[in-house]
């Protein structure tokens, strides 16, 4: 039963996804399972708040196609304070068209979201399709990556020593061409280990896994030594299904969730999770990790107050109860942040009882 685990016994279950493995380490370390919802529309608002609230949150939620400047300074900002404060990238894209079309998506086009989010998230009523064509779209964007730094291994030219490895790639959407500017090539030692990682996953995931242990062990004395042992996220692309939506009158329940829990199985080598809104593992060997927006908290000061809806149909329920009775990971959380006048210590907000409900759970 995943409910009562820890994460950190949830990150070393056999098949556990790299990427889910190295979220779950890194929500112990930071003792965060708060994930921002950075709803704004420009470049600078986004750095902004990134740069204001990292240290509290695990993960960071954008949807890019808000941003009225989106290009590369965007995805060069986000990916430094990224790095820096050490959070992972979800763009919420709900992806929801046939195989063909979503690659495209994925890949090209002004987004090219395969480069800089290590999570994304799809709807499965066009069929499973969605979930193969995706993960195939994210294997050959990491085999072209690769291949171009081995290229560029074999010919023995210099990399800048400032670019380091942190799970995102830039490049065209058809990997990484090797035209010969290599600030195009943040990546090397990372992908060198990652494709060691995918022709022999067992062997390394194994020896990584160790280093993790003692990581997290340490986390509680020393936080910057453990994120230090956690290392850089893997060159590895995970996929959230939509399970179950936070709005009024939607249309995810019953046999259409039953449907989004068996296509996960199926593919757990790159479905991670679910945005649900409960916990719906419930088979031996189910861990997925269930992320759930929807979440809100009474002002400071009103703890009594309910929170309901935003009047377009958003539905709220507080992180105690997503967590503690309906048995969710991660709560993803927008405006409630983002309107407060102090928007860090409103985020420490939300962490602290994000953690508080998550401890209860477990029993910690
Ligand atoms: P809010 O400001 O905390 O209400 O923002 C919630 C975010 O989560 C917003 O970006 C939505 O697009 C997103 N969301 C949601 O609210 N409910 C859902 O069921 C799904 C996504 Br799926």
Same mark, same amino acid.
């Given at each position: 039963d995943t409910r009562a685990m820890s994460f950190s016994k949830r990150a070393n279950?056999?098949?556990? /996804?790299p990427l889910a493995a190295f979220l779950l380490h890194l929500i112990v370390i930071k003792r965060t399972n708060l994930c921002l919802s950075?709803?704004?529309?420009?470049t600078s608002a986004l750095l902004n708040i990134a740069e204001e609230v990292g240290d509290s949150i695990c993960m960071l939620k954008t /949807?890019? *196609?808000?941003?009225?400047?989106?290009g590369e300074k965007t995805v060069r900002g986000l990916r430094d304070i990224a790095r820096r404060k050490r959070f992972l990238v979800f763009e919420d894209r709900k992806f929801g068209d046939i195989g063909s079309t979503v690659q495209k998506q994925y890949t090209a086009g002004?987004?090219?979201i395969v480069r800089w989010a290590a999570i994304t998230n799809a709807h499965i009523f066009p069929g499973p399709a969605i979930v193969t064509a995706l993960k195939a779209a994210a294997a050959d964007a990491i085999a072209a990556f690769n291949r171009s730094v081995e290229t560029e291994i074999s010919v023995g030219t210099p990399r800048?020593?400032?670019?380091?490895?942190?799970g995102s790639f830039d490049g065209s959407s058809e990997g990484v061409?090797?035209? #010969?500017?290599?600030?195009? !090539?943040?990546?090397r030692k990372r992908s060198i280990v990652a494709a060691t990682t995918i022709e022999s996953s067992t062997e390394s995931t194994t020896l990584e896994r160790g280093a993790l242990d003692e990581a997290t062990a340490q986390a509680e004395n020393d936080r910057e030594k453990a994120l230090e042992a956690l290392g850089s996220p893997p060159l590895a692309r995970g996929l959230l299904l939509l399970?179950?939506?936070?709005?009024?009158?939607?249309? !995810?329940? #019953?046999a259409y969730t039953q449907k989004c829990i068996d296509i996960a199985r199926d593919h757990n080598d790159f479905v991670i999770g679910f945005i649900a809104q /409960? *916990?719906?593992?419930?088979?031996?060997?189910d861990n997925f990790i269930t992320c759930t927006p929807g979440i809100s908290l009474p002002p400071p000061g009103q703890e009594g107050q309910k929170v309901s809806g935003d009047g377009l149909g958003q539905q709220y329920n507080t992180p105690h109860k997503a967590i503690?009775?309906?048995?969710?990971d991660v709560v993803i959380v927008g405006r409630g942040i983002?309107?407060?006048?102090d928007r860090a210590a409103e985020a420490e907000r939300y962490r602290r009882e994000a953690w508080k409900a998550y401890e209860e759970r477990v029993g910690a």
């Amino acid at each position: 039963d995943t409910r009562a685990m820890s994460f950190s016994k949830r990150a070393n279950l056999p098949n556990t /996804h790299p990427l889910a493995a190295f979220l779950l380490h890194l929500i112990v370390i930071k003792r965060t399972n708060l994930c921002l919802s950075a709803d704004v529309t420009t470049t600078s608002a986004l750095l902004n708040i990134a740069e204001e609230v990292g240290d509290s949150i695990c993960m960071l939620k954008t /949807h890019v *196609d808000i941003i009225s400047d989106f290009g590369e300074k965007t995805v060069r900002g986000l990916r430094d304070i990224a790095r820096r404060k050490r959070f992972l990238v979800f763009e919420d894209r709900k992806f929801g068209d046939i195989g063909s079309t979503v690659q495209k998506q994925y890949t090209a086009g002004p987004f090219s979201i395969v480069r800089w989010a290590a999570i994304t998230n799809a709807h499965i009523f066009p069929g499973p399709a969605i979930v193969t064509a995706l993960k195939a779209a994210a294997a050959d964007a990491i085999a072209a990556f690769n291949r171009s730094v081995e290229t560029e291994i074999s010919v023995g030219t210099p990399r800048p020593s400032s670019d380091e490895d942190d799970g995102s790639f830039d490049g065209s959407s058809e990997g990484v061409s090797n035209d #010969g500017d290599t600030t195009k !090539l943040p990546l090397r030692k990372r992908s060198i280990v990652a494709a060691t990682t995918i022709e022999s996953s067992t062997e390394s995931t194994t020896l990584e896994r160790g280093a993790l242990d003692e990581a997290t062990a340490q986390a509680e004395n020393d936080r910057e030594k453990a994120l230090e042992a956690l290392g850089s996220p893997p060159l590895a692309r995970g996929l959230l299904l939509l399970a179950e939506m936070s709005s009024e009158g939607n249309l !995810l329940t #019953g046999a259409y969730t039953q449907k989004c829990i068996d296509i996960a199985r199926d593919h757990n080598d790159f479905v991670i999770g679910f945005i649900a809104q /409960h *916990d719906l593992n419930s088979k031996p060997g189910d861990n997925f990790i269930t992320c759930t927006p929807g979440i809100s908290l009474p002002p400071p000061g009103q703890e009594g107050q309910k929170v309901s809806g935003d009047g377009l149909g958003q539905q709220y329920n507080t992180p105690h109860k997503a967590i503690v009775q309906e048995g969710c990971d991660v709560v993803i959380v927008g405006r409630g942040i983002l309107s407060a006048k102090d928007r860090a210590a409103e985020a420490e907000r939300y962490r602290r009882e994000a953690w508080k409900a998550y401890e209860e759970r477990v029993g910690a």
